[in-house]
């Protein structure tokens, strides 16, 4: 044998063997999972620390905390940093109510969520809105706030219910909320709510790119025993499309999951839930 044939054949034998390491999938980009911790409020008031040491221990790395973080001090809010910092996980988003998004209320928000670290603040709830002009005011109070949010970095946020995704004179608000917003208002998708009003949530992220950042991953499936009580990934949401538009066309960042209470207590809700979503999204 020539010695140019055994470097041809080395050649030939080194690239077979690595060939069916070039044609595997790649691999799917790693996105952080949360959890919304209204899913575990009555832990969580009764024992902050030991709730969200929990939380960390069973895998997820995100937290997202909800209306009652307003009242902290700021003190308050360094000693939860230190404490998500030393477990290791972050938060990423808050959820408030309407009056924090006020020029009163706007400031005491930012400096707590600039001590958490996060930053998305979300509207977690409009409060009542009458008709379209309603909506469309509630879009110029998040436009205000963004233009106020990015010079710090952060960004607004909102988070829809159901009424949202239901008819008010002849049009979806969560639809006025989109048109009238900036692009850099993220619209953060209550996955249960959204099926629960009879949407697609597939069709939404598409309809809207790169502005669905984070998904509150909750299900819902018909029934008086069911509703919002089904465990994540046990309900009518079709979780393996939504994951595919939200990564591809939807710009998340993170998910979150949420439960509004379940056959289980609490914690277990929470790492069974878990569970789930590394069957469904691995």
């Given at each position: 044998?020539?010695?140019?044939?055994?470097?041809?054949?080395?050649?030939?034998?080194?690239?077979?063997?690595?060939?069916?390491?070039?044609?595997?999938?790649?691999?799917?980009?790693?996105?952080?999972?949360?959890?919304?911790?209204?899913?575990?409020?009555?832990?969580?008031?009764?024992?902050?620390?030991?709730?969200?040491?929990?939380?960390?221990?069973?895998?997820?790395?995100?937290?997202?905390?909800?209306?009652?973080?307003?009242?902290?001090?700021?003190?308050?809010?360094?000693?939860?940093?230190?404490?998500?910092?030393?477990?290791?996980?972050?938060?990423?988003?808050?959820?408030?109510?309407?009056?924090?998004f006020?020029?009163?209320?706007?400031?005491?928000?930012?400096?707590?969520?600039?001590?958490?670290?996060?930053?998305?603040?979300?509207?977690?709830?409009?409060?009542?809105?009458?008709?379209?002009?309603?909506?469309?005011?509630?879009?110029?109070?998040?436009?205000?706030?963004?233009?106020?949010?990015?010079?710090?970095?952060?960004?607004?946020?909102?988070?829809?219910?159901?009424?949202?995704?239901?008819?008010?004179?002849?049009?979806?608000?969560?639809?006025?909320?989109?048109?009238?917003?900036?692009?850099?208002?993220?619209l953060?998708?209550?996955?249960?709510?959204?099926?629960?009003?009879?949407?697609?949530?597939?069709?939404?992220?598409?309809?809207?790119?790169?502005?669905?950042?984070?998904?509150?991953?909750?299900?819902?499936?018909?029934?008086?025993?069911?509703?919002?009580r089904?465990?994540?990934?046990?309900?009518?949401?079709?979780?393996?499309?939504?994951?595919?538009?939200a990564?591809?066309?939807?710009?998340?960042e993170?998910?979150?999951?949420?439960?509004?209470?379940?056959?289980?207590?609490?914690?277990?809700?929470a790492?069974?839930?878990?569970a789930?979503?590394?069957k469904?999204?691995?």
């Open positions: 044998m020539k010695a140019n044939d055994s470097l041809s054949r080395r050649s030939f034998l080194a690239f077979t063997a690595a060939a069916p390491l070039a044609l595997a999938a790649p691999e799917a980009k790693h996105i952080p999972v949360g959890i919304e911790l209204y899913s575990v409020r009555t832990e969580l008031t009764q024992d902050l620390p030991g709730t969200v040491t929990a939380i960390a221990k069973m895998g997820y790395e995100v937290v997202e905390f909800y209306g009652p973080y307003y009242a902290w001090t700021p003190g308050r809010a360094k000693e939860v940093r230190k404490l998500l910092d030393d477990l290791g996980i972050q938060c990423r988003s808050t959820h408030n109510d309407a009056k924090n006020t020029s009163e209320g706007l400031p005491k928000a930012m400096e707590l969520n600039q001590i958490l670290g996060t930053k998305f603040i979300v509207m977690a709830s409009a409060g009542r809105v009458d008709g379209l002009d309603g909506w469309r005011k509630v879009g110029d109070t998040l436009t205000q706030a963004a233009e106020q949010l990015r010079p710090a970095g952060m960004r607004a946020g909102y988070h829809n219910h159901k009424p949202e995704f239901l008819q008010v004179e002849g049009k979806r608000p969560i639809e006025v909320i989109a048109a009238s917003t900036p692009k850099d208002v993220m953060q998708l209550d996955v249960g709510t959204c099926v629960d009003a009879g949407a697609d949530p597939v069709a939404w992220i598409q309809a809207n790119p790169g502005r669905i950042n984070t998904l509150h991953c909750k299900d819902w499936a018909p029934g008086a025993d069911k509703g919002y089904v465990l994540f990934g046990e309900g009518d949401a079709p979780w393996k499309k939504i994951f595919a538009a990564e591809s066309t939807g710009g998340v993170y998910y979150l999951i949420e439960q509004e209470g379940s056959r289980f207590p609490p914690l277990e809700t790492e069974r839930c878990l789930n979503w590394k469904l999204r691995g």
